[in-house]
């Protein structure tokens, strides 16, 4: 596979020089600066590719290419939006970059409620407390009806927590779920300077009514519309898994499992529209098995993300380390690697390491955390490679 790497833009700390010395060939990354919905122009999209190219790089994947929440809900603007994402991906084929990365989570992208998790050895990591989660939801949004969602245990541990929290606890956790996960990858929650809980409330009341069936027919409809455009400039469009594969705080969720993702490929069964397999975000729910996953979607999927989780007991789940967790990444590689030894892949979700913690970069995207993963991967793909060559597999 490619060895892409997230670039988040002139502003990442983390310099296209720096990553040509650790062995990136493909940059992954987006127009980070634009409004979600608006037109990404010829213009903007050569500027930043032209920027990549001239450091010895290529521009190998687009992610994201944002889909408006109207477009989930289908509200009034809907075929406007669409028209403007249709345009977006055709300035994107006009300029080469062919492969777009999308997902379809309502309101809220990734979840995580400690982005300094403390491990053993010292290093800190991404986690996800079931628990936490629910008091945020219960206690904080108050969302009607919320605890009908969760079981008897983890009402018991949200009790406690109740409890014991303070101002400060309440806080945090408001800043790691709105603010920090969403800012850097979600436009709806940018700023600081406005009152997170309410615009939350707002967006999810977007989606009151809106089941699961309503939401897969949101989506049927939005690549319907878009298919078009992808086959006529050669675009790879896929979508990235729910993160975590699960419904949350009432919104329904329909990227979480392999019968979800049979069910996109088969709605509107297009060879131009496929599946970003993140290998994280399909570990971290108990129900997924990925190596059967990936042997089954392998000739549907576009782009990969390399990492693994452990599921702890509760609903928890932290980010494992590249070589270990539930995700079987050697297995994986030996997958993808058969099937397209150019596709593209980028590690996620390396650990806080060795003075990552100082640098301020965005969560989950470490230099020295993501570098050692990449290391770490790169020696899985060079062993699986001398096994093809020598017919070992
Ligand atoms: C977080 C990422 C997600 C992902 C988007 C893709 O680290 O896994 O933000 O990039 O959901 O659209």
């Not at 687009?62 to 603007?77: C, D, M, Q, T, W």
């Not at 080469?96 to 050895?121: A, H, K, Q, S």
């Not at 086959?231 to 990227?255: A, F, K, N, Q, S």
């Not at 979480?256 to 996109?264: K, L, Q």
């Given at each position: 596979m490619e060895k892409d790497w997230r670039w988040?833009?002139?502003?990442?700390?983390?310099?296209?020089?720096?990553?040509r010395q650790i062995g990136v060939e493909g940059i992954v990354t987006s127009l980070h600066d634009l409004p979600?919905?608006?037109?990404w122009t010829?213009?903007?999209?050569?500027?930043v590719k032209d920027y990549i190219e001239a450091n010895?790089?290529?521009?190998?994947v687009v992610e994201s290419l944002p889909v408006s929440e109207e477009i989930k809900y289908a509200g009034p603007r809907r075929d406007a939006l669409i028209e403007n994402y249709?345009?977006?991906?055709?300035n994107l084929g006009k300029c080469g970059v062919r492969t777009v990365c999308y997902n379809f989570m309502p309101v809220i992208d990734w979840i995580r409620t400690d982005l300094e998790y403390p491990c053993p050895d010292g290093s800190t990591s991404l986690y996800f407390d079931l628990a936490e989660f629910a008091y945020f939801d219960i206690h904080i949004l108050e969302r009607k009806d919320a605890a009908k969602d969760y079981s008897r245990d983890v009402l018991a541990r949200v009790k406690r927590l109740a409890e014991s929290f303070t101002d400060a606890d309440r806080e945090r956790l408001i800043d790691t779920i709105i603010i920090k996960t969403q800012g850097f990858v979600n436009g709806n929650f940018a700023g600081h300077d406005f009152d997170p809980v309410g615009l939350f409330r707002e967006m999810l009341s977007k989606f009151e009514g809106i089941t699961k069936d309503a939401l897969r027919e949101n989506l049927r409809y939005f690549l319907e519309?878009?298919?078009p455009v992808c086959e006529e400039y050669g675009i790879r469009l896929c979508i990235h898994?729910?993160?975590?594969p699960m419904p949350v705080l009432g919104l329904p969720r329909i990227v979480t499992s392999a019968e979800d993702i049979e069910w996109i490929l088969k709605a509107v069964d297009n060879p131009h529209s496929g599946l970003t397999f993140c290998a994280g975000s399909l570990s971290s729910g108990a129900h997924n098995e990925l190596v059967p996953m990936a042997r089954r979607f392998a000739s549907r999927t576009f782009f990969v993300h390399l990492r693994s989780c452990d599921v702890l007991p509760g609903g928890n789940?932290?980010?494992?380390?590249?070589?270990?967790?539930?995700a079987h990444l050697v297995e994986l590689i030996r997958i993808f690697e058969k099937q397209d030894p150019e596709l593209p892949m980028r590690v996620d979700h390396g650990k806080t390491i060795l003075g990552d913690e100082a640098c301020g970069y965005n969560p989950g995207y470490s230099f020295h955390g993501r570098m050692l993963a990449l290391g770490q991967v790169d020696g899985m793909m060079a062993a699986v490679r001398n096994e093809i060559e020598h017919k070992l597999i």
């Amino acid at each position: 596979m490619e060895k892409d790497w997230r670039w988040f833009g002139r502003k990442d700390k983390i310099t296209l020089p720096m990553l040509r010395q650790i062995g990136v060939e493909g940059i992954v990354t987006s127009l980070h600066d634009l409004p979600i919905g608006e037109v990404w122009t010829v213009g903007q999209i050569s500027e930043v590719k032209d920027y990549i190219e001239a450091n010895g790089l290529r521009w190998s994947v687009v992610e994201s290419l944002p889909v408006s929440e109207e477009i989930k809900y289908a509200g009034p603007r809907r075929d406007a939006l669409i028209e403007n994402y249709r345009q977006s991906l055709a300035n994107l084929g006009k300029c080469g970059v062919r492969t777009v990365c999308y997902n379809f989570m309502p309101v809220i992208d990734w979840i995580r409620t400690d982005l300094e998790y403390p491990c053993p050895d010292g290093s800190t990591s991404l986690y996800f407390d079931l628990a936490e989660f629910a008091y945020f939801d219960i206690h904080i949004l108050e969302r009607k009806d919320a605890a009908k969602d969760y079981s008897r245990d983890v009402l018991a541990r949200v009790k406690r927590l109740a409890e014991s929290f303070t101002d400060a606890d309440r806080e945090r956790l408001i800043d790691t779920i709105i603010i920090k996960t969403q800012g850097f990858v979600n436009g709806n929650f940018a700023g600081h300077d406005f009152d997170p809980v309410g615009l939350f409330r707002e967006m999810l009341s977007k989606f009151e009514g809106i089941t699961k069936d309503a939401l897969r027919e949101n989506l049927r409809y939005f690549l319907e519309a878009v298919m078009p455009v992808c086959e006529e400039y050669g675009i790879r469009l896929c979508i990235h898994p729910d993160d975590p594969p699960m419904p949350v705080l009432g919104l329904p969720r329909i990227v979480t499992s392999a019968e979800d993702i049979e069910w996109i490929l088969k709605a509107v069964d297009n060879p131009h529209s496929g599946l970003t397999f993140c290998a994280g975000s399909l570990s971290s729910g108990a129900h997924n098995e990925l190596v059967p996953m990936a042997r089954r979607f392998a000739s549907r999927t576009f782009f990969v993300h390399l990492r693994s989780c452990d599921v702890l007991p509760g609903g928890n789940f932290m980010e494992a380390s590249h070589t270990a967790g539930r995700a079987h990444l050697v297995e994986l590689i030996r997958i993808f690697e058969k099937q397209d030894p150019e596709l593209p892949m980028r590690v996620d979700h390396g650990k806080t390491i060795l003075g990552d913690e100082a640098c301020g970069y965005n969560p989950g995207y470490s230099f020295h955390g993501r570098m050692l993963a990449l290391g770490q991967v790169d020696g899985m793909m060079a062993a699986v490679r001398n096994e093809i060559e020598h017919k070992l597999i």
